[in-house]
């Protein structure tokens, strides 16, 4: 009896051991998940709404006087595949790649005056539906280079997106620019 009770105690002693130490692997991996995964989870927290995903996108491509905005990041929120379709003049629209609409912008804030001044783009209201898997954000927008005589120009932005492995990316985007003849839509007035 005395050595089957010392055998016994001797077999609880080696499963809370094991027990312990499984414990404090788990509190280890999840202290280095903790501490290791924020900047992941942080650039994909944006682009967990389509709302999210289009507000970061707006909120990338403002900058101030003397700064680059982080084309990297600008980049992640497109499909490779994307497609972007910008007003160009009152008569013509371009069509850009992911990549293209990314280089248009990087010559864009280039430029002297907008490196000397920033860039400000700003969503004013928006109108979205998501259904499962996609969504259409309508956006109206005011767009400026602080510090000019030039007033805020109004824009809108059509976007198309879809949800694809856990987190939101922009497929298309069109855009608009509003006129005496062709006023804002009426689902983005006040």
Known sequence: MNDSRKRTAAVRAVWLCLLSLCLLSLCLLS???????????????????????VTELY???????????????????FLDEAVVVLRTSR?????FSADGFVDDFVKFAGREDVQASGFVE??????????????HVLVLYE??????????????????????DGRWWIAAILNEIPTPERP???????
């Open 122 to 135: 700003r969503i004013v209201r928006r109108k979205s539906m998501v259904f499962g898997d996609m969504a």
């Open 91 to 95: 008569e013509a629209t371009t069509v």
């Open 184 to 190: 804002v839509p009426r689902e983005l007035q006040e």
């Open 31 to 53: 202290l280095c998940l903790l501490f290791l995964a924020p900047s992941a989870m942080a650039e994909d927290a944006p682009a967990s709404t389509a709302d999210g995903a």
């Open 143 to 164: 767009a400026e280079i602080p510090g000019t005589d030039r007033p805020p120009q109004q824009g809108v932005d059509s976007f198309e997106l879809i949800r694809k």
């Open 59 to 77: 909120r990338l491509v403002t900058f101030d006087a003397g700064t680059t905005p982080d084309w990297d990041r600008v980049r992640a929120l």
